[in-house]
């Protein structure tokens, strides 16, 4: 199960999910782009990975295609790695070509992975510029995308 909370004073959008997989093994679905394009991205959205960096000033580029065959590009700037129990990176959109853009602003993810009880509990905190970039995200879907997308990682684990 995943939730989310918002909090538009402290400028944030914060996901919790736990799994029932030891710390290590969740921290691969995201070090991994073969197994981070299985959930990254809602089910009608998968992502594809051309760049996976997954290095402390690293970049990574992605797409995701919808239904319709459209394609919304992405990108990752990998600001801090404490691994397997933290990851910090710039999260932004990309152009037609897949280069960055700020265009719809830049969000700083914070990753925290931590033992609880016989499995592993990650928090995803988004940060936000303001209000206004909280609320646009939102209201083009961020949050009910990112609840689907971390529902997968299950069958990712293959704890499902």
Do not use: C
């Amino acid at each position: 199960m995943v939730t989310s909370h918002k909090d538009v004073e402290n400028l944030t959008l914060t996901f919790v999910a736990e799994f029932p997989a030891p710390v290590g093994r969740v921290w691969q679905v995201w070090e991994d782009p073969r197994q981070l394009e299985r959930w990254w991205g809602p089910p009608t959205w998968p992502a594809t990975f051309d760049r996976h960096e997954f290095t402390v000033g690293g970049e990574s580029r992605y797409y995701m295609t919808g239904p319709d065959g459209t394609k919304a590009h992405g990108w990752w700037r990998i600001t801090a790695i404490d691994a397997p129990h933290r990851l910090e990176f710039e999260d932004g959109f990309g152009d037609q070509h897949g280069e960055p853009t700020d265009k719809l602003g830049v969000t700083r993810m914070v990753v925290s992975l931590e033992a609880a009880g016989d499995g592993t509990r990650m928090t995803t905190v988004s940060h936000f510029t303001d209000a206004e970039h909280l609320e646009q995200l939102v209201k083009m879907g961020m949050e009910e995308g990112m609840r689907l997308a971390m529902g997968q990682i299950d069958d990712v684990l293959g704890t499902a």
